[in-house]
């Protein structure tokens, strides 16, 4: 799809001090210039969401769409992308963190940024110190965290060591979730609603905890994997053969297209309400659902 122009106004928000004070703040309005189509390779980073999906180009823009139509969103360039039920947050290269694209409303966290995990609403920004800022309240944890995953109740950080710690990020979140986390040491952690999922920095194997509701738990079938995303009725990692495995109640119905993936080898996945989006080996684009 080919658009002349794009403009994107982001509202007064709510950003979140170092002091984990919460300050409201006027992020920029930012306008952006299309003119060509998206790129069939080269994708770098993706985040599906609310039936649609927002990727990275390899120069670091931002393009959203259904993953066969996309329009140009932002010229960043971003170097992280993450996203959910309350929408798209980002990492620009200059560190800054923003969350509230495709003219939704949203904020702006003040310091410098490495990574971000979750969306508008609720979700987990991760310092170029280790620290994780987190909202809708002000959490933050203790300690020194080289990754974290984030979700509408609660997140996880993983430490330099590869053990995982986790903490509310709203308030209210059921005690399996928090208290049942897995010893070990692990790569990367994914959360949503009231469950977690990690991948084995030994075995490459995922474990799951938390409350049960989609029937993730205890996790896919044993394997090598090297990404995942757990979403609203399941959940789907990538295997190191790149291979696409779903697991959970989603799967058992085959009215339920996002979580059938294609017989094409991929490097990432995401699972966003309806549709599932991944990045293929040769850097293009496919979603299904």
Known sequence: MRLSSISLSLVSGLALLGSGCLLLVDPPTLTGTGGSDA????????????????????DGAMWCGDGVDMWFEDAGPFVDISGGAGGICAVELTGALRCGFNGAEGFELTETYVEVSGSTLAGCGLSDTGVPRCWPEATTSTGSFDSVGAGDYFACGLASSGKLTCWSVDGVIFDEALEDVP????????????????????????????????????????????????????????????????????????????????????????IGWGLTCGITVDTRLMCWG
């Open 39 to 58: 790129p069939e390779t080269g994708w770098e980073d993706l985040a599906a969401h609310n039936g649609r999906v927002c990727a990275l180009d390899a």
């Open 183 to 270: 010893g070990g040491s692990y790569t990367q952690v994914d959360t949503y609603d009231h469950v977690g999922c990690a991948i084995s920095s030994n075995t490459g194997d995922i474990s799951c905890w938390g409350y049960d509701f989609d029937e993730i738990l205890p996790g896919p079938p044993s394997a090598s994997y090297v990404d995942l995303d757990i979403g609203s009725g399941g959940a789907c990692a990538v295997s190191d053969t790149g291979a696409i495995v779903c697991w959970g109640e989603g799967t058992n119905d085959p009215n339920n297209p996002e979580f059938f993936p294609p017989t094409e080898s991929f490097v990432r996945v995401s």
